[in-house]
């Protein structure tokens, strides 16, 4: 028996009482009358910024008045012609160091908590957390209201992996300071299309 199992076994002989698991085939989550409000309220809360995108608008040139002092942007999406670095074919996670502004394409978001799925579409997902900055295109009408809703939409690709990601990374672990982009992300912008 490996440890594990030794481990699990002692706590196993050790329970007195058993209980079923309750039935969730009636458990609903919250709703909201206006989903699409609640997300960008809820992204706002969590230290994320939204950003109606308008109908024709370069999406090119917004991001480059979002964040005018980025020298360094990465992206594999056709629509954006500014990438100077391409997760597809830039060879290692770590050549992608020093990106100050990464642009993924979301599948939907969650008006509950303000996440938004990414699967992984890019030979490199460090893009998604390695940037200074992310930027996530995001289709206004494809916007859940809860994670009820939002796990029932998980979808993989061949890569087999994709992540929620909700604002920017943080962290108030240290002395009880918040400390934004401790893991990831220092900023992220949705852009809603």
């Known amino acids: 028996m490996s ?16 209980f079923d ?3 969730l085939t009636d458990i609903q989550g919250i709703t909201y009358p206006d989903p699409l409000v609640q997300f960008i309220s809820m992204t706002e809360s969590v230290g994320g ?18 964040y005018p002092e980025a020298k360094e942007i990465a ?29 993924v394409k979301g599948v939907f978001g969650v008006a509950e908590n303000a996440c938004v799925w990414i699967p992984q579409t890019m030979v490199e997902k460090a893009v998604c957390f390695i940037s200074e900055n992310l930027v996530i295109l ?4 494809q916007i ?6 939002a796990y029932k939409r998980i979808e993989f690709n061949d ?3 994709g992540s929620f990601i909700s604002g920017p990374s943080k962290t108030a672990d240290i002395a009880q300071v918040l400390v934004m982009g401790a893991q990831a992300a220092r900023s992220a912008t949705v852009l809603l299309i």
């Not at 481990?7 to 050790?14: E, F, G, H, Q, V």
């Not at 670095?85 to 050549?95: F, I, L």
């Not at 995001?138 to 009408?141: A, E, N, P």
């Not at 859940?144 to 809703?149: C, D, G, K, R, W």
């Open 3 to 18: 440890k594990k199992e030794d481990i699990l076994s002692k706590y196993r002989s050790n329970i007195k009482q058993r």
């Open 21 to 23: 698991m309750p039935d």
């Open 49 to 66: 910024k939204v950003v109606e995108v308008e109908p024709g608008q370069d999406i090119n040139v917004l991001i480059k008045e979002l």
């Open 75 to 103: 992206s594999n999406l056709p629509e954006i012609t500014i990438a100077t670095r391409n997760p597809d074919t830039c060879g290692s996670p770590q050549a992608l160091n020093g990106t100050d502004v990464g642009v």
């Open 138 to 141: 995001l289709d206004k009408k």
């Open 144 to 149: 859940v209201n809860n994670m009820h809703e």
């Open 159 to 161: 890569y087999g992996y």
